[in-house]
């Protein structure tokens, strides 16, 4: 089954002034605001007054202690809107105030918890990209909340799954769940996901370590046992594999990624154990149409026809004209053409797969070769141009082709 960083800062104006007149004064010299904080400080545990700016056209202004909002200070938006709070260790301790009012301020994009909640139903609702806006929002606001950290990284992550990210986006994924783990907020599932974009980035050593440190925290989590599978399986440690997918069915018994997993282990050795373990994820989900599919195939790879043809055609109960359904002619053709020398039996089921897939060369190669083997030369050469005709380069078409006409040039 089957991601360089952008840190996302929050640059801030920190004020331990308590009155208008005073933010009113600090565009001048004597300003103790004057100072401008990076992120870098704030990573050192910066201690003291200053002005940070956020990439969002916010600007904060107060004072902090080992890099952390600490005691009265403004936000202050380049529009004029201004919230003033109070914090300790990075954590609002008065409700703030503003120039809203109590309707305004329920909306108001300064509340960071406010803005996390509303983000959560939109997830919820599936609008990840709405979701994605509040907490990079929330996150400017508060940088040290690990479970916004936590949020942000798996709405990153998801969006990238549905094609709407880049690998750029799936670093920053990264970084966030790296952040949530630094401010001690869901570690387990932040490791696992991180665990998953190494995966994604082929760097299966250090998938696997994180994946570990998931299992450490949580050792319940039949997914993370999963996805550890997948790791050993790529990197060819089979029985690392198969350990992992049977302690997750130990754990979630209605496991069925885990059953098919293992059967797909079996398969790759022609081994018919396999069998026993597709059966019993379509005991789970008898709609999954992968594993009818590849119980077919190991009946064909170990010569039972019959077998496989019973599993084939169960593929077609349901008129799912998909990916199944036309491997599953293909093979069947296959079968009647190779194994059984029916050539008529096998066209049909060629010309089938070649109908719902007008792309597939193979199966416009394939009939060729049965017509030659039944003596029509003229339908040999028409599917085998055909074939050529969507892939030029396929040279097992293109020899065919040459050999029929140089044979029928010696018969003239």
């Not at 401008?36 to 004072?63: A, C, N, V």
């Not at 081994?271 to 379509?282: G, N, R, S, V």
């Not at 199944?324 to 069947?332: G, S």
């Not at 003229?378 to 082709?401: G, H, M, T, V």
């Amino acid at each position: 089954m089957r991601y360089s960083f952008l840190i996302f800062t929050l640059l801030l104006y920190f004020s331990c002034g308590d009155n208008t007149e005073k933010n009113e004064k600090n565009d001048t010299v004597d300003s103790p605001y004057l100072r401008e904080i990076t992120q870098e400080m704030l990573d050192d545990g910066y201690t003291g007054k200053g002005t940070y700016f956020s990439i969002e056209g916010w600007k904060y202004e107060g004072e902090w202690k080992d890099g952390k909002k600490h005691g009265k200070g403004t936000y202050i938006h380049n529009d004029g809107d201004q919230y003033i709070g109070e914090w300790k260790n990075g954590q609002e301790v008065h409700e703030g105030q503003n120039n809203k009012s109590p309707e305004q301020k329920e909306n108001d994009s300064t509340n960071d918890s406010l803005l996390v909640e509303r983000a959560l139903l939109n997830i919820e609702k599936g609008n990840l990209e709405e979701a994605k806006k509040d907490l990079e929002t929330a996150n400017l606001l508060d940088t040290t909340n690990g479970h916004t950290h936590y949020l942000l990284g798996d709405v990153l992550l998801e969006l990238a799954k549905q094609g709407k990210g880049s690998e750029e986006s799936v670093k920053l994924s990264s970084s966030h769940f790296k952040s949530a783990i630094k401010y001690k907020s869901d570690s387990a599932l932040s490791f696992q996901k991180d665990g998953e974009i190494s995966m994604y980035l082929r760097e299966h050593l250090q998938a696997i370590e994180l994946l570990s440190k998931s299992l450490s925290v949580d050792e319940t989590d039949y997914q993370t046992l999963i996805l550890l599978g997948y790791c050993y399986k790529e990197l060819d440690q089979l029985e690392n594999a198969r350990y992992c997918f049977e302690k997750s069915i130990n754990i979630e018994t209605q496991n069925e990624e885990a059953y098919l997993q293992i059967a797909n282990i079996y398969s790759a050795d022609y081994d018919m154990t396999a069998i026993e373990y597709y059966k019993k994820a379509l005991k789970i989900n008898s709609n999954n149409r992968l594993a009818y599919y590849n119980i077919g195939l190991l009946y064909q790879n170990n010569h039972m026809y019959s077998q496989a043809q019973d599993y084939y055609h169960k593929l077609f109960e349901n008129d799912i004209e998909d990916k199944w359904y036309v491997d599953a002619h293909y093979n069947l053709g296959f079968i009647f053409m190779e194994n059984l020398k029916d050539y008529k039996n096998a066209i049909n089921y060629f010309a089938e797969a070649a109908l719902v897939n007008p792309n597939s060369f193979s199966s416009y190669f394939a009939m060729g070769h049965c017509y030659l083997s039944l003596g029509d030369v003229i339908n040999a050469e028409r599917y085998y141009r055909k074939s050529l005709d969507i892939n030029p380069e396929y040279k097992d078409a293109q020899n065919a082709l040459n050999k029929l006409l140089s044979d029928n040039e010696k018969y003239k």
